[in-house]
């Protein structure tokens, strides 16, 4: 087996040309073939969150702390909470991140498509479309 001590990784900032905000990002597991596993745990400061985005074959955020918000393109916003899982569909714009003043950190996993693909990003969330009311929680 592998093991990966946490203690011989390091955690990262993220890019500013895909999040917007300080994201910290502490590595998973990056699967090697015949596994397309990705996974991270993605810590956002209040008001952080992702560019705009989508992946070939989708994406599980599982909720480990904190408050935070997910959008895809079109539809309301929705705020998420620990122990909440959102399935992002393959191929559909979207983003995620903390509420505004609030910590937020989830674990992000996601496949490569049989290209070898990964995530694409796009433009910036705007403050306006970042900052629209969620939907009330069920
Ligand atoms: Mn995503």
Redesign the pocket.
């Known amino acids: 087996m592998e093991l990966h001590r946490a203690n011989s990784r390091q955690t990262k900032q993220a890019s500013a040309d895909n999040f917007t905000g300080v994201v910290l990002q502490d590595p998973v597991i990056v699967g090697k073939a015949p596994s397309r596993m990705r996974a991270t745990n993605v810590s956002f400061t209040p008001g952080a969150r992702?560019a705009w985005?989508s992946?070939p074959v989708g994406?599980t955020?599982y909720v480990v702390s904190g408050v935070g918000r997910v959008q895809l393109e079109g539809e309301q916003v929705q705020e998420l909470h620990p122990g909440d899982t959102a399935v992002?569909p393959p191929n559909t714009r979207?983003?995620?991140g903390s509420a505004g003043d609030r910590l937020f950190t989830h674990l992000?996993m996601?496949e490569i498509d049989d290209q070898g693909n990964g995530?694409q990003w796009f433009e910036h969330v705007s403050d306006a479309d970042y900052s629209a009311t969620p939907a009330p929680v069920k």
């Open positions: 992702t985005h992946h994406q955020l992002i979207h983003w995620h992000a996601s995530t």
